[in-house]
């Protein structure tokens, strides 16, 4: 069903859902960063402007021939970049409750992260 987003791949089924929790994700912290330190906020900006570009490369570098190996290293850069923002937005909440949430999704951004590494080395590297 998802063959057409991502064709060349054995589960394409399974790259969509990584690539919708992690861009799920990554609005997340945005969100909360903008609860956090305001919508305007220059933090608040920044995590959007780099989720909406991620979620942008993040589905062109995996569709063959679209984007090469060296945006792999610019796309992991600017998800670093998120889930460091999204650091200091949990560290300077007041809320306990959001400062928990906000952890836990970076945790799982972070876990997502890990995992691209592998991924990306799959789609440049291995074929």
């Known amino acids: ?24 994700l990554n609005v997340a912290l945005t969100v909360l960063a903008a609860r956090a330190v305001g919508r305007r906020a220059a933090t608040t900006v920044a995590m959007a402007a780099g989720t909406a570009l991620s979620a942008a490369m993040v ?11 060296t945006a792999s290293f610019v796309e ?4 670093l970049a998120i889930v460091v923002l999204g650091g200091y ?3 300077v909440d007041r809320s306990t409750g959001r400062r928990v949430v906000t952890t836990t999704a970076l945790v799982a951004a972070l876990a997502l992260l890990l995992f691209t590494i592998p991924l990306y080395g799959e789609a440049f590297v291995a074929p």
Do not use: D, H, K
Request: aromatic letters at 16%; proline letters at 7%; glycine letters at 14%.
């Open 89 to 91: 937005v949990a560290y």
């Open 1 to 24: 069903m998802f063959e057409w987003l991502f064709p060349g791949w054995s589960n394409p089924l399974g790259l969509t859902a990584f690539v919708g929790l992690r861009i799920l």
């Open 59 to 69: 589905v062109l570098l995996l569709r063959p021939g679209v984007l090469g190996y």
């Open 76 to 79: 992991l850069g600017v998800q």
